[in-house]
């Protein structure tokens, strides 16, 4: 989606007092990072059903990003903010 690769994630220390849940050993505990994670979800929606991704701006997730993360989000994925110049709706002539 922009990135090149995937997005790597920092995995969250073993003393962090965030770390309460224990998820067993194989189970890696990721540090927050919502511009990764909605990221990643794009990315992963776009491989495993092929669909179109709709609007990046009327998502949930990117709704609720502080200023300082959508400019991030924008900065490592600019082809999400690209605007759409085709037809959407179908017209009488069927075009």
Excluded at 35 to 56: H, P, Q, S, W, Y
Excluded at 59 to 84: G, M
Aim: aromatic fraction near 6%.
């Amino acid at each position: 989606m922009g990135t090149t690769g995937t997005m790597v994630r920092k995995l969250k220390r073993p003393d962090d007092p965030r770390n309460r849940q224990s998820r067993g050993l194989a189970v890696p505990t990721y540090a927050d990072d919502d511009v990764a994670e909605l990221t990643d979800a794009r990315r992963i929606f776009k491989e495993k059903t092929g669909g179109k991704l709709r609007n990046i701006k009327t998502a949930t997730k990117y709704q609720s990003l502080s200023a300082a993360e959508k400019k991030r989000y924008k900065k490592l994925n600019p082809q999400d903010f690209e605007e759409d110049m085709s037809v959407s709706k179908k017209t009488l002539l069927g075009g």
